[in-house]
Nanobody
Framework: QVQLVESGGGLVQAGGSLRLSCAASGIIFRFYNMGWYRQAPGKQRELVAHINSGGRTDYVDSVKGRFTISRDYAKNTVYLQMNSLKPEDTAVYYC???????????WGNGTLVTVSS
């Protein structure tokens, strides 16, 4: 059974930092591209950061220079370090895993990040 379990969300003041974690089980982690998405109230879910199976990273423009995605192959975990947080970063953040072999995707249940001004 595939599970993606996010943690690390919470309430933080603007300018602060949070680190999100996503622990994956039930998959062969090294064969998966991993991503962090977010969905703010009334908005569509958007891709925030992506790291492929080889460790290459990409970011949406609005978080470049502030967020860093990384992965630990030994712990089957992907991280999102978020610095210089802004109120517009407030959203539910979801972890995504995409198989490089089948393209099948899995989602976590999300973790809420609230940034106060």
């Amino acid at each position: 059974q595939v599970q993606l379990v996010e943690s690390g969300g919470g309430l933080v003041q603007a300018g602060g930092s949070l680190r999100l974690s996503c622990a994956a089980s039930g998959i062969i982690f090294r064969f998966y591209n991993m991503g962090w998405y977010r969905q703010a109230p009334g908005k569509q879910r958007e891709l925030v950061a992506h790291i492929n199976s080889g460790g290459r990273t990409d970011y949406v423009d609005s978080v470049k220079g502030r967020f860093t995605i990384s992965r630990d192959y030994a712990k089957n975990t992907v991280y999102l370090q978020m610095n210089s947080l802004k109120p517009e970063d407030t959203a539910v953040y979801y972890c995504n895993a995409e198989s490089t072999i089948t393209g099948r995707q899995f989602w976590g249940n999300g973790t809420l990040v609230t940034v106060s001004s």
